[in-house]
């Protein structure tokens, strides 16, 4: 079955230090990936997406997010964090061509 | 914005109501989505609609109905709803599915009282 794990609940990180988000999945095939944050009392927006080529993707708002294959991961990286990063991201997998299952979401505050 | 509207925002109904939510785009797309978000629980995908047909339901209960009438619009008619079915009901949109990103709307918060 096609699952994504977001092993943390919850991130801190001081402003200004790298952060990472972890995600791993559990696909048949080749995986297409994505990242999506979600702030206070809003939908989800899209980030960044692997579906083929180079092994580091990058997205908005400074984000990327390298694919490892061999071990089944899909971290979330920024090399600076700012404050208003805080908010709630979700790793998802796509299969069967039109369906999006998300990870369980992981909080990222980010304290000044 | 993300181009994706829902309506309401916020609902509260009893368990014996009947309601609907709405969601539009006018982005082009042809694949729509229902997801359910719950405290502490992934988003649990719900129904899938490419073009206008349903390809996915996800053992959601009966007392969901989804409708599609057209491309840009997307419904979920609720009825005898329970307590637990209260959570964020979101929508989105995406091209075509195949791997494009998917646009959400801000979703409705329902309560069921």
């Known amino acids: 079955a096609q699952s994504v794990a977001q092993p943390e609940d919850q991130v801190n990180v001081a402003e200004g230090n790298p952060l990472t988000v972890k995600c791993t999945y559990s696909?048949?095939?080749?995986?297409?990936l994505f990242w999506y944050v979600q702030y206070p009392n809003r939908g989800l927006q899209f980030l960044l997406k692997?579906?083929?080529?180079?092994?580091l993707v990058k997205g908005s708002y400074g984000f990327e997010a390298e694919f490892n294959k061999s071990q089944t991961s899909f971290h979330l990286k920024k090399p600076s964090a700012l404050v208003s990063d805080s908010a709630l991201y979700f790793c998802?997998?796509?299969?069967?061509?039109?369906?999006?299952?998300f990870g369980t979401g992981t909080r990222l505050q980010v304290f000044p | 914005e993300t181009g994706v509207t829902q309506t309401p925002r916020h609902l509260v109904m009893g368990m014996t109501n009947k309601k609907s939510l709405k969601c539009e785009q006018h982005?082009?797309?042809?694949?729509m989505y229902w997801y359910k978000q719950s405290a502490k629980k992934p988003l649990e995908l719900m129904f899938v609609y490419n073009f206008k047909e349903q390809t996915e339901n996800n053992s959601v209960p009966s007392r969901f109905s989804p409708e599609c009438p057209n491309s840009s619009h997307l419904f979920l008619h609720l009825h005898t709803l329970q307590p637990e079915d209260s959570a964020l009901y979101l929508c989105?949109?995406?091209?075509?599915?195949?791997?494009?990103?998917?646009?959400f709307g801000q979703g409705t918060r329902l309560t069921v009282v």
């Open positions: 696909v048949s095939g080749n995986p297409y």
């Open positions: 982005l082009g797309h042809n694949a």
């Open positions: 989105a949109s995406s091209q075509d599915g195949w791997g494009t990103e998917a646009f």
């Open positions: 998802a997998v796509l299969y069967n061509t039109d369906k999006l299952i």
């Open positions: 692997y579906i083929t080529g180079d092994n």
